[in-house]
């Protein structure tokens, strides 16, 4: 079993193969590029390096949100275009879990934090059960602090990973009342090998789409949308 | 001759498209998801919102246009897409998606900016059309006065200095009531009204004599609203619409009579959106005739944003050479005749 993977949601490009248990290859940049740019280029690169035909591989697994709108739509766009191209089945694996599955069973809940700006962040809570990532809060867009909150509730040991540990840091240490710890450098921000691996993982649980049925998942609406829902609550009030 | 297949994307703003394009002339398929119902909730395009709707449409307009054209990707010899200009999220969405189709079946990619597209459009409906011809190129976003000198060979005589035409358009209606997108409803309703009821200042530009401005005869519009509101007049909005586009109309007429005279041309074209307004076809025509130059305009189908014009630029720059990178990227502000 053969799975592409992609990751363009935040500030890391990547892209992995993995076959089986198999890494085969990974390209990890984390540089202010933009990914339109970069994607492809990784992918010819790795493909030219492991002699690989794109024929050969069963699934494109994307990140396919939370994280930034236009990243995500570089992914899904790339992602869906190849498994139109291939005929191949894409797989989404949802940002947070690709990157909560970096941490594989790591001790006590992991809890990845994308910064979302407006002093939210991206989130989710995870714990490995029996070696298999389960979801204690699926995905979310909250206010760091409302994180904070819930996690305190858990009385349980937590590892950070994520863009949004150096943003919000300072505002763990002094809110945080569990034990804690951030992730090192190799394994706390998106890779693609870990959305491959789960990815392959989905596939054979037949969580699959059609490219053409793919979209990400925002978590949130656009800023017009907002904005047009808000006025039209305030003019139902008056 | 063996036939020349492209496949060509355009997502540069509120359409979806894709469009198979045989030797550069013949459509094979022409398929267009337009978002404007959406965008009219919001007055205008919201950038965000059409890049989500490209997403979610952008395999769908493919595998029709696919399936309309009755060829598979292995018939195709090049993919070409519009890299610019337009939205840089709803370009990039095209974008990314051309280079993976692209990359995956070994083809060529050809970026093709969205102008030379607009442009290219008379080449469907009129196969004796070949460069040079001068062409007035009129949309939402763009007022532009060219020189087509060849395929892919642009020499700009004249810009507009602010709104594009078709920006006037939008907000002049907007102002008059008539909502998104202004220019059909100005036309629409411009036919029930004296196009000589108000005379609205037609803008000259003194050092280029072939560059526009609409914000001019747009805050004229708006003035003259104020006025009639503050003494309390009802205005005649039919008459207000007629003898705003008249005044649109006239000076894109006059300045592309003054620019075919003084460069020789005897084949003058317009292109773009705002190409589709019935009353300026028909006094450029008019003008045309008067002058005895030949006149070329693309059906309304082909006026608005769609892929087949995109196919036919692909085609001719395809045959010049032209090929991008895996490295591709969207470029909100390329400029014509630049890549």
Redesign the interface.
Known sequence: MKILGLDSSGIVASVAVVEDDILVAEYTVNYKK?H??????M??EIAKMTELD?NTIDAIAVAAGPGS??GL??G???????????KKPLVAVPTVEGLAYNLYDTQGLICPIMDARRKQVYTGIYRFEAHRLVTVEDQMAVPMEELITKLNAYQQPVTFLGDGVPVFKDLIAEKLTVPYTFAPAHVNKQRAAAVAALGLVYYKEGKIQT??EH??D?LRV????RE?AEREKKEQQS | MEDTLILAIESSCDETAASVVKNGRTILSNVISSQIELHKLYGGVVPEIASRKHIEKVNQVIEEALKEADVTLDDLDAIGVTYGPGLVGALLVGVAEAKAIAYAKKLPLVGVHHIEGHVSANYIEHPDLEPPFLCLIVSGGHTHLVIVKDYGEFEILGRTRDDAAGEAFDKVARAIGLGYPGGPKIDKLSKEGNPNAIVFPKAKIGDCPYDFSFSGVKSAVLNYLNQAQMKGEDVNRADLAASFQKAVVDVLVEHTMQAAKDYHMDKVAIAGGVASNGTLRAAMEEACQKHGYKFYRPSPIFCTDNAAMIGVAAYYEFKKGTRHGWDLNAVPNLRLGER
């Not at chain 1, 339109?36 to 280029?41: A, G």
């Not at chain 1, 899904?76 to 291939?86: Q, V, W």
């Not at chain 1, 656009?222 to 949308?225: F, K, N, P, R, V």
């Open positions: 933009t339109s740019q970069t994607l492809l280029p992918l010819d794109l709108f236009t739509r570089i899904s766009a790339t992602a869906k275009g190849l498994g139109l191209a291939l490219a053409m979209i990400p925002y656009s800023q017009a949308e047009r």
